[in-house]
């Protein structure tokens, strides 16, 4: 019993709401602040999807760096997610929507 305690214990932080950043529990309602920064991410992918998708394949381009800055991703964490980008062009390129939710995540 007492290691399904420590378990527990050690598991439950990771439930806590602002246990990933980019994301809410759905108990918890959207705030104006949280609307404004999906809208702006969604306005940089999808006014120029062609010119993102260029960019991602190049590793980097002016599209690119507006939708990371709409998104909030630091600085020191765009190379790294430069390459998961590329990585995943092709889930990408057939579904804006996912890049949303992926420069979202990595945003603060």
């Known amino acids: 019993m007492r290691p399904l305690f420590l378990i527990l214990l050690v598991a439950l932080p ?3 709401p602002g246990a990933l950043p980019g994301l809410r529990s759905t108990i918890m309602p959207v ?3 949280d609307n ?3 809208g702006a991410v969604e306005i940089a992918v999808k006014g120029d999807f062609p ?3 260029s960019d991602i394949e190049a590793g980097s381009g002016p599209s690119l760096e507006r939708a990371f ?3 909030g991703v630091p600085v020191g964490d765009r190379p790294a997610r430069r390459l998961q980008l590329s ?3 092709a889930l ?3 579904n804006p929507g996912a890049l949303v939710t992926s420069l979202l995540l990595w945003g603060g």
Request: hydrophobic fraction near 50%; include cysteine; aromatic fraction near 4%.
């Open 14 to 16: 990771a439930c806590a």
């Open 31 to 33: 705030s104006a602040q």
């Open 36 to 38: 404004a920064r999906r």
């Open 51 to 53: 010119a993102l998708l």
């Open 69 to 71: 800055d709409a998104a």
């Open 87 to 89: 990585g995943d062009l």
């Open 92 to 94: 990408y390129e057939s």
